[in-house]
């Protein structure tokens, strides 16, 4: 119950469902104007033009648009082309492929790379490539699809990214801070060698969802262009701020990586010098707390913990052969504590939904 009042409360998820509705929308309003408005006969490439045309932001759907109707109209044009000169067959069918693939490599047309093939074969197959007087109704199908879908899409709405982006970033350092709680907790009850390959994963999976709130935030800065919503260009440069804190969270996972990596190589905690393993676990967990909670004052505090156990290091007889590795730890850790700590000043993450004071609306 608790995950989907969380997706409820979600934007990505609002914005997604939104999206689907507009899709839907443009898709069925561009056959219903070229049937019953344009009456053009059997339209089927309108509601698919349409549909292939609607992207996340209104800039993307307008430079996709132009891509599509490029190649739309090479695909339309190469099988009036084949079927004049070779008729409908095996060989016409697979030159029209070759083509429009090839077509498709271009760089204007990457994105479309397989519209004009695609294209091409539906109008071959379907019979109406051997009719000249069909030319200009299935481009005209091709524009009015595209033509609705812009439409739509810049008008119903349109998607500004930002939140959706700062409530993805906002999750991850809670994520970082259950990792670390998790370390210390196994640390403290388990005396052999803990897992330490199961938290380099965690770490690994907490890079992919950086970099999928960094697509997060590009998005959220191409949804600002074009975008006739209020405050759009206002709300998207506060988004760009988001990038500082994500910096800031790549430094952080990545020093817990190497931690993670250091204990695995010095061992169980067993063979720890006793005074190290239980100041370090406990500055540890009170870390993951600071990271959690997002406390500055609790992170102040730690790295002064921190500070104090690296004063104690040295031992008079310089005998415990862990000691470069200990150094190690209290290093990465206090690289995650200041890593974090912008990240911690500025919680929750969220962006403006009103304009600053003193700025006009």
Known sequence: MGRVQDRLHDP????????????????VIAWVIAVHVLSLPQSFLAPWAALLVIHAT??????????????AVIGVLLAFAV????????????LVLL??????????????????????????LA????????????LADTFVGIAVGLIVNL??????????????IDALDDRLGALLGEMAAELRANDDAPDTDRWVESTRELDHAIDAAWADLRHASESGRMNLRRHAARRVADARELGEILVGLEQAVADTRSMARTIGRAGGPVTWDPRFRDAWVA???????????????LAGRVRD??????????????????????????LNLLNIVDAMAPVSAIQPIRVRARPRAGTPG
């Not at 990505?12 to 898709?27: C, D």
């Not at 008008?155 to 993805?168: I, M, Y």
Request: proline letters at 5%.
């Open 12 to 27: 990505l998820t609002w914005i997604e469902v939104l999206q689907l509705l507009k899709t839907v929308a443009a898709a």
């Open 58 to 71: 209104v800039y993307r759907t307008l430079a996709r648009g132009l891509q599509q109707a490029a190649a």
């Open 83 to 94: 079927d004049a000169l070779l008729g409908v067959d095996w060989i016409s069918l697979a």
């Open 99 to 124: 083509v429009g693939l090839a077509a498709g490599e271009l760089r204007p047309l990457r994105a479309e790379w397989s519209t004009a093939a695609a294209t091409a074969l539906v109008v071959l």
């Open 127 to 138: 019979g109406y490539s051997d009719d000249g007087s069909m030319l200009l109704a299935r």
């Open 155 to 168: 008008v119903v709405w349109p998607p500004l990214r930002d939140r959706g982006a700062a409530r993805r």
């Open 283 to 297: 500055v540890l967990d009170r870390a993951a707390t600071a990271v959690r909670r997002a406390d500055p004052e």
């Open 305 to 330: 913990e921190l500070d104090a156990v690296a004063n104690r290091l040295p031992d008079d007889d310089g005998a415990h052969p862990i000691r470069p590795a200990q150094g190690a730890l209290v």
